[in-house]
């Protein structure tokens, strides 16, 4: 058991290692030997998780989308929004979410398939936005797909923005504008009048999440359940 929990703790600690590295330098610059560094751990403990950096790379894009859920709303669309403002502020200090962010949308090298972080995040908002159909919270002129599609790909472009010029600090406003700018296409009037587009909202959001994970994990060890 505790062997268990060691090993999923190494995982995670080199994981966050090569995404700050990813980060900082990119894929191609990145390298095992700065990871090893920044992860304080041996050659064979990372080789034991992880065959490559390729396979380190794909494992932080796939973080990406697992790492993000958000508090069942009354309102499905306002989880859409949730998801969104959750991911904005976690850009400017999570490990993962930074390094997968540039991952994704970082132009160069073709030895990495960055494609399917983006078809995941796409079918996560295609999900959420056909429940929301089903909840007749939007217009029926909606085409799910291509709204879904539309949000990704400008959430990438206001994230690589937002970095030039101010580090991620200002992203979360920027996608609130950009809600303001598009949600009155998506939403019925009903329910666009009670979403909460607030920027500050997914600061708040996260510290409930991060409170509610650690709460699982004492509950999880006090019962006797290995760490996930």
Known sequence: MAQQDRAIRTRRLIL???ASVFDDLGYDRATIAEVLER???TKGALYFHFASKEQLALAVLDEHVLDIAVEPQKIKLQEFVDAG???AYRLRSDPIQRG???LAVE???NHLDRKQSMLAWTRFVVELLDQARDRGEIMESVVVPETA???VGAFAGLQLMSHALTNQADLSQRLTIFFQHTLPSIAVPAILAKLNLDPERGAKLDAALQGKALADVAADAEAG???R
Request: charged share 15%; proline share 5%; hydrophobic share 50%.
């Open 100 to 102: 997968a962010a540039r």
């Open 225 to 227: 359940v290995p760490t």
């Open 16 to 18: 966050e290692a090569a």
């Open 85 to 87: 403002q959750v991911l």
């Open 39 to 41: 992860a304080g751990v």
């Open 107 to 109: 132009q160069g090298s």
């Open 149 to 151: 599609e539309l949000f």
